[in-house]
């Protein structure tokens, strides 16, 4: 059994910067690919990254998000710069297969979420 806690999410200007982080127990995931997805109220949970054999990311955070993940810790991290009100959902990290794909169904274990809201 795999249990995932996100935190730094938190109140933010647009414009501004958080980060991340997924703290995984039971076992280690240097093996599985990890995700991160948001979700905001009346709308499907969505891909945002995910880092494993390969890294992913959704068209709307390139070049402004960034993954990266600490083996030895067994955490990962999601580096959110420039932040716009329209990446204010929950966020929830996620475990699943070493391919990194966008479907929700490839990702076994998940986090609680962690709150991130941008202001204007």
């Known amino acids: 059994q795999v249990q995932l806690v996100e935190s730094g999410g938190g109140l933010v200007q647009a414009g501004g910067s958080l980060r991340l982080s997924c703290a995984a127990s039971?076992?280690?995931?240097?093996?599985?690919?990890m995700g991160w997805f948001r979700q905001v109220p009346g709308k499907e949970r969505e891909f945002v990254a995910g880092?494993?054999?390969?890294?992913l990311y959704a068209d709307s955070v390139k070049g402004r998000f960034t993954i990266s993940r600490d083996n030895a810790k067994n955490t990962v991290f999601l580096q959110m710069n420039a932040l716009k009100p329209e990446d204010t959902a929950v966020y929830y990290c996620?475990?699943?297969?070493?391919?990194?794909?966008?479907?929700?169904?490839?990702?076994?274990?998940w986090g609680q979420g962690t709150q991130v809201t941008v202001s204007s």
């Open positions: 039971g076992r280690a995931l240097s093996n599985r690919g």
């Open positions: 880092i494993g054999r390969n890294i």
């Open positions: 996620a475990a699943g297969f070493e391919i990194i794909r966008h479907f929700i169904s490839d990702y076994e274990y």
